[in-house]
């Protein structure tokens, strides 16, 4: 099995490409007007048949994009670093909200985009860089999502008058209790987690703190509904929602609880691995769904909470009457802001783990995880940190997603969803940054603009029956995307280096070392070669994206 | 509630959930044959299961004013739903799964997940271009009818037992568990007692060995598929009758169910998978039946479990044999070496 590449390493030469820059300059320009001319409906009215053409739902999308191929390419060619920077940040924070500006569906498809995009760099840390496969991601999304709208919303009123009504013992009483019994089970394992620091672990100890851990719970949930009795008096107050200043509380408080929920979630499951894994996330995010259907006292069941509230943002709002948006839009763009910024911060926090010591101890466990546990990579530790950076993701976009769409269901989060998301990191390829991002856009465009375009454009076709409707076809799409990807190239389309290396040679891991050591000889950083592909990958000037 | 009452009643859940136990079992042992070979857990099942349950309402549809006996109708219908479920079942490993037989674990995994999609859409796409989505068995007379109801007919003395303690069953219920152990006993049979039984067997312990004593690993595979299709185009017709209507998108929780029956008896392990099936079968049963005593007893609390928490319940047994017991009742554990 130990067999050294014969032919020894190929040599690896640079890849002279040819300099771009006016090229993308131009494509940038060509699309980017295309794009402000075809979402303006004034000037298409003075364009006869051509407007009508543009107004074509197809045609749209592919103006769409062509435009959004813009920042590919500013990543991908090799072009000077201030096109790319023009072409990156002109792209994004000018033309992309000029043309929203005459047509708000532009706006919320780019921030349905890099919702996705997050969603999808969430769960490409869980699959791609863990090889976790994690079939219930979705439901990490929609515990953000919730944990903003309940309050967000006439929800948290109507909880609080509920409570009123249904008091049981005092509040007062209830929350001494919940206190002292939340103070005495987190000493107890405390105490007991101390112990198993100096001496043995017994059977006893352990299931003593397992009791205290649940008299950790019943106090928490104790002191909460006591907070609700007491809090019922201002059920008036809060009618609407709470104050939409607590966006920025929220947005912390997403983050922690999603990470929360993904370790309880990780404990239990993540002994497992592969399949069975896959199976049970499957089967826990069904569970989260089913309770947000069923707990309706919280999340109104299947009917959905609606309105949602977003943060008011006086300045913003002002600044974006300045430059000419409608009333009805400034949300939109706030939040199209926003979604920029938590982009950003997501991608950094990805590059920044991918080189870290947990980022390499990731990769270790996905090539084999009892070669790593041998190496001293703690397994539980480590794939819990996985579940819960891609939850907390997923946490912060399923808040934005509420705030954005101010109606969410339970449907809003079912199996398909996440099915959807892992179909975005299949075909971006796992384990590559751009690549997933690259991923949800086509993905998120396919099925927001082309598809339903297909499917407008084909209703009035006779031949084409309403039930092959291609606007329906999601299940077939998504799942030919990830057959396809699987058989034809399982490295995806903007490939990790590694990772392909890893799929393409006949022997896996030992014909990997042998090359590394081979190439360098004094290849002692070569063991982790997931830190070499990064670096690599960030050689290549990237643009703002 | 007095016990007079309640243990009718409890009978009749158990009893009940046997009859779905023996559909899960069938389905469950297309899961399993599929995994003791490949090791791989073969996600398209509940769509090739669907499938067979599409196919025997088209049969049953079909059939539905011509004069054949209605046990012919069913046989048809079984043979039927056999061979397309068990050729699909062969040609989505022939294009999706052969490829990919030494990629890593995930992928075939993700390849299967993909070809369920893909199947949903079309078997949704098919049926709909007829303007149906809903399919509802139409079965043959009397089917439906209570099992032994009338008074001195010739299961006399079953009928009378069956009424001293109060179970009710149908015609069909008891059909589906003779169609269910009949299948089972042959699968027993072919694995057990034939050449290619043997050579199955051969290759699901080591392939390559196997190899070498001039078995047909690829051969071989096929066979299991096949043989696994056809329990899910059985299944598929057993379910649709018991429950009277499928559509496209059906076969997700069956399917869930199934697979934790398998699971739990142990993935890899004929009986197993049977025990299991039966075992989840009257579990989900009782947590159903939990609605209703809520509802008897007056207590708020019970009532508030819906019939969707039987999905949940299916998940926890899950979690907890994965946790507690990964080979399950009656599986072997494999070591796993670097």
Redesign the interface.
């Known amino acids: 099995m130990t067999a050294v590449n014969p032919a020894g390493p190929a040599p690896r030469r640079p890849v002279v490409r040819p300099d771009r820059t006016v090229l993308l300059l131009l494509v940038f320009i060509i699309t980017s007007g295309l794009l402000l001319v075809s979402h303006n409906r004034a000037v298409l009215g003075n364009m006869g048949s051509l407007g009508t053409l543009l107004l074509n739902p197809i045609v749209e999308a592919l103006v769409v994009s062509l435009f959004l191929a813009n920042v590919l390419f500013a990543y991908m060619w090799k072009a000077a670093n201030w096109a790319k920077l023009i072409v990156g940040v002109g792209s994004l924070l000018f033309v992309l909200p000029l043309a929203g500006r005459a047509d708000s569906s532009l706006l919320d498809l780019s921030i349905q985009i890099m919702i996705f995009a997050a969603l999808a760099l969430g769960l490409n840390i869980v699959?791609g860089l863990a090889?976790l496969?994690d079939?219930g991601y979705v439901a990490f999304f929609a515990v953000g999502a919730y944990t903003w709208s309940i309050f967000a919303s006439p929800r948290f009123g109507e909880i609080l008058r509920y409570y009123g009504e249904n008091a049981g013992a005092t509040g007062a009483g209830t929350l001494a209790i919940g206190l002292v019994l939340v103070a005495v089970t987190a000493g107890s394992m405390l105490y007991i987690r101390g112990l198993h620091a100096r001496l043995a672990t017994t059977r006893l100890s352990t299931w003593s703190f397992g009791l205290a851990g649940f008299g950790l719970v019943a106090g928490i949930v104790l002191v909460g509904r006591s907070l609700l009795v007491l809090a019922s008096g201002s059920a008036a107050a809060v009618a609407g929602g709470i104050d939409p200043s607590f966006f920025w509380l929220f947005l912390a408080l997403s983050i922690m609880t999603a990470a929360l929920v993904g370790v309880l979630i990780g404990l239990?499951?993540l002994?497992?691995k592969?399949?069975?894994l896959?199976?049970?996330t499957?089967?826990?995010g069904?569970?989260i769904r089913?309770l947000a259907?069923?707990l309706s006292l919280y999340t109104a069941g299947s009917q959905g909470i609606t309105p949602i509230g977003s943060a008011s943002v006086p300045w913003f709002n002002s600044f974006a009457a300045a430059l000419g948006f409608r009333q009805d839009q400034f949300y939109l763009l706030f939040l199209y802001a926003l979604v920029l910024i938590v982009i950003a911060v997501i991608l950094l926090v990805n590059v920044r783990l991918d080189r870290s010591r947990i980022g390499r101890a990731w990769i270790a466990i996905r090539d084999?995880e009892?070669?790593a546990q041998?190496m001293g990579v703690p397994l539980m530790q480590t794939k819990l940190i996985a579940f819960a950076t891609g939850a907390s993701f997923a946490g912060v976009m399923g808040m934005i997603f509420a705030a954005k769409q101010t109606f969410i269901s339970p449907e809003s989060f079912n199996?398909l969803q996440s099915?959807g998301v892992?179909?975005m990191v299949?075909l971006g390829g796992m384990g590559s940054f751009s690549g997933v991002i690259l991923g949800a856009a086509v993905v998120t465009l396919l099925n927001l603009r082309i598809l339903p375009g297909l499917g407008e454009a084909s209703a009035n076709v006779p031949w084409i029956?309403q039930?092959?409707n291609p606007g329906q076809?999601?299940?077939?799409i998504?799942?030919?995307?990830?057959?396809a990807m699987?058989?034809l190239r399982?490295e995806g389309l903007l490939p990790n280096k590694r990772r392909t290396r890893?799929?393409h040679s006949e022997h896996?891991q030992e014909d990997e070392s042998g090359e590394g050591n081979a190439s360098g000889l004094n290849a002692g950083g070569d063991v982790y070669s997931a830190g070499m592909a990064t670096i690599k990958e960030n050689d290549r000037p990237g643009g703002s994206k | 509630m007095d016990l007079a009452t309640l243990l009718p009643f409890i009978v009749n859940v158990i009893v009940g959930g046997l009859v779905l136990g023996f559909v899960y079992a069938i389905i469950a042992l297309g899961y399993t044959m599929v995994y003791g070979v490949l090791q791989l857990i073969n996600f398209a099942h509940s769509e090739v299961f669907i499938t067979g349950a599409v196919v025997g309402f088209e049969v049953f549809r079909v059939l539905q004013n011509s004069e054949l006996n209605g046990y012919l109708k069913l046989l048809l219908a079984l043979v039927a739903a056999m061979i397309v479920s068990g050729l699909l079942n062969v040609l989505i490993e022939r294009l999706a799964y052969r490829p990919l037989r030494n990629a890593p674990r995930l992928v075939p995994l993700i390849t299967a997940i993909g070809v369920s999609l893909i199947l949903q859409d079309v078997l949704r796409v098919i049926e709909g271009l007829q303007g149906r989505f809903d399919l509802t068995y139409t079965l043959p007379a009397g089917f439906s009818d209570k099992f032994c109801a009338a008074e001195g007919s010739s299961c006399a003395p079953l009928g009378n037992f069956l009424r001293t303690i109060g179970v009710d069953v149908q015609l069909k219920d008891v059909i589906l568990v003779v169609v269910a152990l009949v299948s089972l006993t042959a699968l027993n049979y072919v694995v057990n007692r034939t050449r290619l039984g043997k050579a199955i067997r051969a290759v699901a312990q080591d392939r390559v060995t196997a190899g070498l004593m001039g078995i047909d690993s690829n051969l071989m595979i096929s066979a299991t598929f096949l043989i696994g299709g056809a329990l899910g185009g059985i299944s598929g017709v057993l379910f649709g009758m018991k429950f009277g209507t499928v559509n496209a998108y059906s076969g997700f929780d069956p399917g869930i169910i199934a697979f934790t029956a398998a699971v739990l008896g142990g993935i890899g392990s004929i009986p197993g998978a049977v025990l299991g099936g039966l075992l989840l079968g009257v579990i989900q049963n009782l947590i159903g039946v939990m609605n209703i005593f809520g509802n008897l007893m007056g207590s708020a609390n019970l009532g508030t479990i819906d019939a969707s928490y039987q999905r949940i319940g299916a998940f926890l047994v899950l979690v907890l044999i994965l946790i507690f017991k990964p080979t399950g009742l009656l599986g072997k554990s494999n070591v796993e070496k670097v």
């Open positions: 699959v090889g496969l079939l239990p499951v002994k497992l592969g399949d069975y896959a199976i049970i499957l089967g826990l069904e569970v089913v259907n069923n084999d009892i070669a041998a199996l099915i892992l179909s299949i029956p039930q092959a076809l999601q299940r077939l998504f799942g030919s995307i990830l057959v699987m058989l399982p890893e799929l896996d």
